[in-house]
């Protein structure tokens, strides 16, 4: 059996040239429409990643399972009924693959220590983040793609590991629609370098994130109940700066470190300065 992936970003297979420690180029380069993908009132920004390994290419590589208790009784709600263990066994198996572990204090900077120290006298309970890195040298630049392979991203894991199993990834490819015979998914079709290509498969999995994939959904006439696109969750975030009395260099070392848990409805996070806005200042 065959496998081929089909990706709207490009691959880029060269992490020492491709991707080069400076923000804007990397956002034009990695990111979704440039980074400026928004909301239609453009009040929030969504970032996400467009290249082969996805997201996971420009992302801090951080590592939470979902909370199962509470998810899946809502999932099973929406028809999708997922066997609790079987989740777990898989959870367990890809984060041995991908060397998931907690942050070492060594590995962050000084923000992590200050986080943790404040949230103990606040009484809020508060950790260091599990992560998927290997060998990490905390250069803190993982938003911008790992020069340095040292995030376990699907670029440099499972991807190439498909690959030698004789998958194929074709790269910037447009207009994706799923074909159907009987209203039975039978294949894919796209257009690559001005081409047109039609794969035939007998199986057909979507998974170009909750925008990408539901956009795939609904250019190929696949709108079940019409919820394609609707419940829309996604991963939400408010920057709040502090000041501190001393330099802390939050950009030196893993920046997105700690997290605590404050309230059910939300957690609080460390994050990265921006190092080329704050050096230029
Ligand atoms: S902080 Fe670690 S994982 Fe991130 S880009 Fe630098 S070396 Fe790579």
Same mark, same amino acid.
């Given at each position: 059996?065959?496998?081929?992936?089909? *990706?709207?970003?490009?691959?880029?297979?060269?992490?020492?040239?491709?991707?080069?420690?400076?923000?804007?180029?990397?956002?034009?380069?990695? +990111?979704?429409?440039?980074?400026?993908?928004?909301?239609?009132?453009?009040?929030? @920004?969504?970032?996400?990643?467009?290249?082969? #390994? #996805?997201?996971?290419?420009? @992302? @801090? %590589?951080?590592?939470?399972?979902? @909370?199962?208790?509470?998810?899946?009784?809502?999932?099973?709600?929406?028809? /999708?009924?997922?066997?609790?263990?079987?989740?777990?066994?898989?959870?367990?198996?890809?984060? !041995?693959?991908?060397?998931?572990? &907690?942050?070492? &204090?060594?590995?962050?900077?000084?923000? %992590?220590?200050?986080?943790?120290?404040?949230?103990?006298?606040?009484?809020?309970?508060?950790?260091?983040?599990?992560?998927? $890195? !290997?060998?990490?040298?905390?250069?803190?630049?993982?938003?911008?793609?790992? $020069?340095?392979? $040292?995030?376990?991203?699907?670029?440099?894991?499972?991807?190439?590991?498909?690959?030698?199993?004789?998958?194929?990834?074709?790269?910037?490819?447009?207009?994706?629609?799923?074909?159907?015979?009987?209203?039975? %998914?039978?294949?894919?079709?796209?257009?690559?370098?001005?081409?047109?290509?039609?794969?035939? /498969?007998?199986?057909?999995?979507?998974?170009?994130?909750?925008?990408?994939?539901?956009?795939?959904?609904?250019?190929?006439?696949?709108? &079940?109940?019409?919820?394609?696109? !609707?419940?829309?969750?996604?991963?939400?975030?408010?920057?709040?700066? %502090? *000041?501190?009395?001393?330099?802390?260099?939050? +950009?030196?070392?893993?920046?997105?470190?700690?997290?605590?848990?404050?309230?059910?409805?939300?957690?609080? *996070?460390?994050?990265?300065?921006?190092?080329?806005?704050?050096?230029?200042?």
């Amino acid at each position: 059996m065959k496998s081929i992936g089909a *990706e709207r970003g490009k691959r880029f297979s060269n992490p020492d040239k491709d991707f080069q420690h400076d923000e804007m180029k990397m956002y034009a380069k990695l +990111y979704k429409m440039c980074g400026l993908q928004s909301t239609k009132d453009n009040d929030v @920004n969504i970032a996400q990643g467009q290249c082969v #390994g #996805g997201s996971t290419v420009i @992302n @801090n %590589a951080i590592w939470l399972r979902a @909370n199962l208790k509470e998810v899946l009784p809502v999932w099973a709600k929406a028809g /999708a009924h997922i066997p609790e263990q079987e989740l777990i066994d898989n959870y367990e198996f890809i984060e !041995k693959k991908l060397n998931v572990s &907690p942050i070492l &204090p060594h590995e962050t900077n000084k923000t %992590a220590e200050i986080f943790l120290t404040a949230c103990k006298k606040m009484n809020i309970p508060a950790e260091y983040l599990s992560h998927n $890195r !290997k060998e990490c040298l905390g250069c803190g630049w993982c938003n911008y793609g790992c $020069r340095y392979n $040292r995030k376990t991203s699907m670029l440099i894991t499972f991807i190439p590991w498909a690959e030698a199993k004789g998958a194929h990834i074709a790269d910037q490819v447009q207009h994706v629609v799923i074909t159907k015979k009987d209203g039975i %998914a039978n294949g894919v079709s796209f257009i690559r370098d001005n081409k047109p290509y039609l794969v035939r /498969a007998d199986k057909v999995v979507v998974c170009a994130g909750a925008i990408g994939s539901t956009d795939v959904l609904l250019q190929s006439g696949i709108n &079940p109940n019409g919820q394609a696109g !609707k419940g829309f969750h996604l991963l939400g975030g408010i920057f709040v700066n %502090a *000041e501190y009395p001393e330099p802390l260099d939050s +950009y030196d070392g893993i920046g997105l470190n700690c997290i605590a848990h404050a309230s059910k409805e939300y957690l609080i *996070e460390t994050f990265i300065l921006l190092q080329e806005y704050f050096r230029s200042q």
